[in-house]
């Protein structure tokens, strides 16, 4: 199965300011048809899981533009230009492309 | 608006049964793979199963394989899921996702103990 690790996987941060968060798979995620399967969800507490970016960097509708997703090779990352108190919750990256799909650990960002 | 609505999370004894359901409404239903996501108590999130638009093509994750299954009815906008010979492991909040997660339901709680 591919292994999608994520970091940290906690980050507190300051209302305002940027936050990343990182993401490695442990093989390409490049399909066959071309795309490359790498999703990025939020989960604000006690809610369900929320789709934000698809396919790398393309944002779902409704999603704040400070969202933005990024690769380098099998390097991801999920930036968030400034933090915002609704942001609270945990990130899971998420890659498509190979079966089983499998998620990231998670990365809890919360409020300092 | 798009809408996912699971049913028939319950509590229920290790090595029995349960059939979870997702009615969708809101969206062409026969068009997209669907899928089964669950989230044990406090944990991360675990693809339990797909199935293509048709049905033709299924996909489990290897821990569910021979105990769960999938399935659709498009007549009736709706996907299931048969899990049989439950476990403890098992124990988690289901969700039904469109696809590679566009959109998901509230979830189902699905509890196996004794």
């Known amino acids: 199965d591919v292994v999608m690790t994520q970091s940290p996987l906690s980050l507190p941060v300051t209302l305002g300011q940027p936050a990343s968060i990182s993401c490695r798979s442990s093989q390409s995620l490049v399909h066959s048809d071309g795309n490359t399967y790498l999703n990025w969800f939020q989960q604000r507490p006690g809610q369900s899981p929320r789709r934000l970016i698809y396919?790398?960097?393309n944002r779902d509708s409704g999603v704040p533009d400070r969202f933005s997703g990024s690769e380098s090779g099998t390097d991801f990352t999920l930036k968030i230009s400034r933090v915002e108190a609704e942001d609270v919750g945990i990130y899971y990256c998420m890659q498509g492309t190979h079966w089983p799909w499998t998620f990231g650990q998670g990365t809890k960002v919360e409020i300092k | 608006e798009v809408q996912l609505v699971e049913s028939g999370g319950d509590l229920v004894q290790p090595g029995g049964s349960l059939r979870l359901s997702c009615a969708a409404s809101g969206f062409t239903f026969s068009s997209y793979w669907m899928s089964w996501v669950r989230q044990a108590p406090g944990k991360g999130l675990e693809w339990v199963a797909n199935?293509?638009?048709?049905?033709?093509?299924?996909y489990y994750v290897d821990s569910v394989k021979g105990r769960f299954t999938i399935s659709r009815d498009n007549a009736k906008n709706s996907l299931y899921l048969q899990m049989n010979s439950l476990r403890a492991e098992d124990t988690a909040v289901y969700y039904c996702?469109?696809?590679?997660?566009?959109?998901w339901g509230q979830g189902t709680l699905v509890t196996v103990s004794s």
């Open positions: 199935i293509k638009q048709d049905g033709s093509e299924k």
């Open positions: 396919k790398v960097f």
């Open positions: 996702a469109r696809g590679r997660g566009s959109c």
